[in-house]
Antibody, heavy 120, light 113 residues
Framework: QVQLVQSGAEVKKPGASVKVSCKAS????????IHWVRQAPGQGLEWMGRINPNSDGTNYAQKFQDRVTMTRDTSISTGYMELIRLTSDDTAVYYCARASAVVPNLLDYWGQGTLVTVSS | DIVMTQSPDSLAVSLGERATINCKSSQSVLYSSNNKNYLAWYQQKPGQPPKLLIYWASTRESGVPDRFSGSGSGTDFTLTISSLQAEDVAVYYCQEYYNAPFTFGPGTKVDIK
């Protein structure tokens, strides 16, 4: 069965960076885009960007363009999202999600989420 | 960027009654080449990731109960829960997957009256 398992919670200081991992199983990793979505406490969902694990091509939301990097390691079927220059506004649960191969950009499976807390 | 809005912000419905959530996009998400609306609905329960319910505005994801239905086209969409069950208490989000940045609506919280 399809599973996306994310790395554990992180606590970071303002100005630091965080790298969240997303290990995929149950399907061919290179056949499906991975998207990243975040959710601040008590707030809605915010799309951050996506990576094509086959080509390594990425698309980022304008808001995160200069601070986010999405990468992947196909040998271990894992995607990564790194966010730099963290502020308290980056405190959120970060989700990875798989995009359907049949319906472009439709998020059909989600990871369990990784809480990133930014605090001095 | 496409802006998604939802109404109401929250609603409380008696068990077995109908719940209706509206979603509006700032521009059409109907793709003329395939006549499909690039609009999805997700359900999120506390402490859980979102779960896909509906795509193409009206196609239920496999395993989703048939009390959930989606309708609408272009810029105006509706999610209907025909007979609310206790397990349907959640926040519901619409999302356009037509153009990056694939924005979500702000969410509608559904509770039991």
């Amino acid at each position: 069965q399809v599973q996306l398992v994310q790395s554990g919670a992180e606590v970071k200081k303002p100005g630091a960076s965080v790298k969240v991992s997303c290990k995929a199983s149950g399907y061919t990793f290179t056949g499906y885009f991975i998207h990243w979505v975040r959710q601040a406490p008590g707030q809605g969902l915010e799309w951050m960007g996506r990576i094509n694990p086959n080509s390594d091509g990425t698309n980022y939301a304008q808001k995160f363009q200069d601070r986010v990097t999405m990468t992947r390691d196909t040998s271990i079927s894992t995607g990564y999202m790194e966010l730099i220059r963290l502020t308290s506004d980056d405190t959120a649960v970060y989700y990875c999600a798989r995009a359907s191969a049949v319906v472009p950009n439709l998020l059909d499976y989600w990871g369990q989420g990784t809480l990133v807390t930014v605090s001095s | 960027d496409i802006v998604m809005t939802q109404s109401p912000d929250s609603l409380a419905v008696s068990l077995g009654e109908r719940a209706t959530i509206n979603c509006k996009s700032s521009q059409s998400v109907l793709y003329s080449s395939n006549n499909k609306n690039y609009l999805a609905w997700y359900q999120q329960k506390p402490g859980q990731p979102p779960k896909l319910l509906i795509y193409w505005a009206s196609t239920r994801e496999s395993g989703v109960p048939d009390r959930f239905s989606g309708s609408g086209s272009g810029t105006d969409f509706t999610l209907t829960i025909s007979s609310l069950q206790a397990e349907d208490v959640a926040v519901y989000y619409c999302q356009e997957y037509y153009n990056a940045p694939f924005t979500f609506g702000p969410g509608t919280k559904v509770d039991i009256k």
